[in-house]
């Protein structure tokens, strides 16, 4: 009767969203979800800047707006990237509904099926679930401290045709929790453009570092490549201002912008006016820095936290990460165990996170779980990663 | 070097956004875009909503939800939807960004290349460039008074193969103006039950009638159809609360609804929860019913004005409707003008229209106009029309 289409067979649901629509049990710790816990929002600023809004803004948070974006605040994301280096000429900047949609619109725009996507493994499963909705032929290549093995890569792009772009987080990897040190951003970006190959840079955790220090580390590639390599960087105000927002941005080439705006046309005409007006005004009104600091010291915080709970409940041969930014613990078991089980024992005793498969490309190897310490409250941090713990030992 | 996908090559732009990208200059007269006119919005009503709103319910808005929608709001919309007399069992509902979102997702579900939809000619220009860009197959039925030629309908339905659905805008049509007689419907359904074909009915404008007397003639197929007939539902609060809070919705057979909300995921995770939130206390705070009372009456006036002016300006071999609700007064020229030179002449004395052949599934039947009455303050419009019609006089 009804007969849809090839991509509907493809498409894999996100596991994290599907977490997300189930559990729903308010006793249940949650480690799943990479969202800000609700305390965190800047509520009382969106307040002031909605007490200040003109008749006029409002009405143009009401209205149709250019399907690029609401000018002032693609000017004020411009303004924003120029001052953390990216560079501006030759390229154009795009509001997206989410940085989700920005990854959505490099697919539609690049991906006919069976071409190939180069990503990350383990990679944001959110792309995942993308590529995989435009039938792509996703490769995904080992990640090590450092980033990407580039002798993989390598090996990878030998044997691979129709490779359309590559795909990187390599800032507070969501989940593996690493940077890209400076030399293998280097390595790659040279392998890029000695095959001239498009980079789809996602960068979402950028703001996120714990230390100051750890600021000029999260370099973009797009700010240290050169200017003829076609590097699309995408970023979200998600996790700096809320997602509930639903506003990203992609900055590309114009030739690439061009097309990229006329797939959103046919895909929501417009982001949110109304919404992009409130962020707008939270750039315009320097209301980002403090909040960005607030942030940082509250994120470093429940990373603390987490981390410590971590050394004090883990069996033995459990590994992780020490995260310098971002949402995520990535946490290695022994290979022989199977991250479903232990997600079933820890959802029983009160606690839930994503198994590691959900990030792996192939949907395969599941001997990781991620934790996210972003969205608890702090004081349960502590007891929910005792239950995980709990339930490794208990399935080793 | 950028090798972009087949899709983009079957992207064609909206006419009507890129004239709204294009034509920024504030003296021109516009009959272009189908948007409300910025004093008509409910900012008042929205203040006190705000002002209303309990800090979870900020919180909520600033966080992501659900991909099916805020739960409240959903709920909101079912009950609105219910009252009207849509069925709701065996359905689901899904909230989209915009009712394009809901386009778009239904071609994402259904359409592999080459697969045909059927639809208007004209049809609403949006949904064409979706179906474009999904490389559908698309073929228009003529138009009259009543709705789709089933004379035409019947030959291309004989001589077409993969038919994913059929779409329609049976209220206001835009941008015929018309409304399909309830005769019309009726056998248009006892066909798509006959060869079990999924009905995509988009209808934007059903509250904005001029007369109470004709809420009754807008009932949408959706409810006249057996439960078995897979009718897609789409809607909008574009037109009655406002576009720039990006929402509409999808009411369809919950296995429909499943393949959508998979859809969405991979394209923004969820629509803006923060706007919903603000939506769902535009219906639970009872403030939608008055403002659809002005909205109507609004209309009605700035539509007298352009008819009235239409019928002191127009040369004498030029007919349009008489619409009775809506936005749209679609004009008909002599066969042998071409709209696009009237734009231009139009567009140099100020006044700016959208021509036929940006409805036509073909791109090419280029006699008609189509004037939109909602945008411009009520004291232009007899003026713009005049220009309108001078430019067509002088192209005679």
Same mark, same amino acid.
């Given at each position: ?142 990640? +090590? ?92 105000? $998600? ?28 895909? +929501? ?112 941090? $502590? ?14």
């Amino acid at each position: 009767m009804v007969d849809f289409s090839a991509s509907v067979k493809a498409m894999r649901s996100s596991a994290i969203r599907e977490l997300l629509n189930t559990a729903v049990r308010p006793d249940i710790i949650s480690f799943a979800g990479g969202m800000p816990n609700p305390s965190l929002f800047p509520i009382d600023e969106v307040d002031e800047i909605y007490r200040s809004l003109t008749v006029e803004q409002k009405q143009t948070g009401f209205q149709y707006g250019p399907t690029g974006g609401y000018p002032p605040l693609v000017e004020a994301i411009k303004a924003y990237l120029q001052k953390k280096g990216l560079p501006l000429e030759g390229n154009e900047v795009i509001i997206t509904t989410g940085s989700l949609q920005a990854i959505n619109i490099m697919s539609k725009i690049f991906i006919d099926p069976g071409d190939t996507v180069i990503c990350e493994d383990p990679s944001f499963t959110g792309a995942v679930t993308v590529f995989l909705s435009y039938q792509a032929n996703l490769v995904g290549v080992p990640l +090590d401290a450092d980033g990407m093995i580039l002798d993989d890569f390598d090996r990878i792009l030998d044997k691979t045709q129709k490779v359309k772009f590559v795909y990187i987080t390599p800032n507070f990897h969501n989940p593996a929790g690493i940077i890209y040190s400076r030399e293998r951003r280097l390595a790659l970006l040279q392998r890029l453009q000695a095959k001239d190959l498009v980079l789809l840079e996602d960068d979402p955790y950028n703001e996120l570092y714990f230390d100051p220090a750890d600021c000029a580390v999260t370099t973009p590639l797009k700010t240290l490549g050169k200017e003829q390599t076609p590097i699309c960087y995408t970023g979200s105000l $998600s996790k700096i201002f809320g997602p509930g927002m639903r506003i990203g941005y992609l900055l590309a080439p114009k030739e690439i912008i061009n097309k990229a705006e006329l797939a959103k046309q046919s895909m +929501d005409a417009c982001t949110s006016t109304f919404t992009q007006v409130l962020a707008c005004e939270f750039f315009r009104q320097g209301k980002l820095e403090p909040y960005l600091n607030r942030l940082r010291q509250a994120y470093k915080h429940r990373a603390d936290i987490m981390l410590a709970a971590l050394q004090q409940h883990m069996p033995a041969d459990v590994r992780w990460n020490t995260p310098k930014g971002g949402f995520y613990v990535w946490v290695e078991m022994p290979e022989h165990i199977d991250a479903n089980q232990v997600l079933k024992t820890s959802l029983a005793k009160g606690a839930i996170f994503v198994v590691g498969k959900a990030f792996d490309p192939l949907g395969q190897r599941n001997h990781f779980i991620r934790l996210s310490f972003s969205h608890m409250p702090e004081a349960k941090i $502590s007891r929910g990663v005792e239950i995980v713990a709990q339930a490794i030992g208990e399935t080793l």
